[in-house]
T-cell receptor, first 114, second 112 residues
Framework: ETGVTQTPRHLVMGMTNKKSLKCEQHLGHNAMYWYKQSAKKPLELMFVYSLEERVENNSVPSRFSPECPNSSHLFLHLHTLQPEDSALYLC?????????????FGPGTRLTVL | SQQGEEDPQALSIQEGENATMNCSYKTSINNLQWYRQNSGRGLVHLILIRSNEREKHSGRLRVTLDTSKKSSSLLITASRAADTASYFCATVPLRNTGKLIFGQGTTLQVKP
């Protein structure tokens, strides 16, 4: 266990549904990240939060909406997704978001959009 | 453009053999990190090497970094079946602190 948990682990949703992914870290870190891992593609950074402020938005479509209510929790709200959004969504955290930090990853949420 | 690219894409070896994976990148870096991912699960950090370091060891892992060639290698010695996983290099570009850019990974299979 890395100290980063994600729920749900698996999610199947239709294109008109609204759902949310949850991430929680128990490491006392101040930075949290969302990544998307699609088949045959490198891990893509989606969002970075540092001290609850979004510091990076990697040109992600607006149908993905992140929320960071405190430094321990990170959400990814999903609405009107497309089948190509099916992927493994990984959350990570690090001490401060600086270059020398190690990122600790959760187990991921496997998302399937029908 | 993609920063880290691993080579080979897939590697199959017998238990006890050594496994070497290579990573190349394009821009100057602050550091380079290697991660491991078991099938369908999250990534686990293995080792971080800074741009001013040339070699680093951790248990059966040995990482080298050649900034002149913009390349790194990960060597796993005396491999075990439990080492079967995907291995990714990730770079932190010099001007983007904290942002990891991943390659596509090398899938390693260690046969018992």
């Amino acid at each position: 266990e890395t100290g980063v948990t994600q729920t749900p682990r698996h999610l199947v949703m239709g294109m008109t549904n609204k759902k949310s992914l949850k991430c929680e870290q128990h490491l006392g870190h101040n930075a949290m990240y969302w990544y998307k891992q699609s088949a045959k593609k490198p891990l893509e950074l989606m969002f970075v939060y540092s001290l609850e402020e979004r510091v990076e938005n990697n040109s992600v479509p607006s149908r993905f909406s992140p929320e960071c209510p405190n430094s321990s929790h990170l959400f990814l709200h999903l609405h009107t997704l497309q089948p190509e959004d099916s992927a493994l969504y990984l959350c990570a955290s690090s001490h401060s978001g600086r270059a020398r930090d190690t990122q600790y990853f959760g187990p991921g949420t496997r998302l399937t959009v029908l | 453009s993609q920063q880290g690219e691993e080579d080979p894409q897939a590697l199959s070896i017998q238990e006890g053999e050594n496994a070497t994976m290579n990573c190349s990148y394009k821009t100057s870096i602050n550091n380079l990190q290697w991660y491991r991912q078991n099938s369908g699960r999250g990534l686990v950090h293995l080792i971080l090497i800074r741009s001013n370091e040339r070699e680093k060891h951790s248990g059966r892992l040995r990482v080298t970094l050649d900034t002149s060639k913009k390349s790194s290698s990960l060597l796993i010695t005396a491999s075990r079946a439990a080492d079967t996983a995907s291995y990714f290099c990730a770079t932190v570009p010099l001007r983007n602190t904290g942002k990891l850019i991943f390659g596509q990974g090398t899938t390693l299979q260690v046969k018992p």
